[in-house]
Structures are given as C-alpha cells and as structure tokens.
C-alpha cells in the first residue's frame, strides 16, 4: 500500500514529490496515508 501512495502521490504532483513528503513531514505523511489505506480497503 506504501508504494501505491507514493505513486498516487507522484501523479498528482510530480515525480518523486511522494518520497519528498515523507523526508519532510513524516507525521502528515503517515497521517495520510493511514487515511489513504482505509479509503482503498473498505468493502464495498
């Protein structure tokens, strides 16, 4: 799940800006990427 938000994070922004975010803000990073695994787990 990691690597599918660091490129839906690339593709919204620019290549590399995923791994950038985390460097740079570690807590918002991992903030939203709690909430970006439980969007693209929920059953349907």
């Known amino acids: 799940m990691f ?3 660091i490129e839906f994070l690339d593709q919204l922004y620019w290549s590399g800006y995923g791994l ?3 460097e740079e ?3 918002a990073f991992y ?3 709690d909430k970006f695994k439980k969007l693209h787990t929920q059953k349907r």
Do not use: G, M, S, Y
């Open 3 to 5: 690597e599918a938000f």
């Open 20 to 22: 950038e975010f985390e």
């Open 25 to 27: 803000n570690p807590k």
């Open 31 to 33: 903030k939203q990427l």
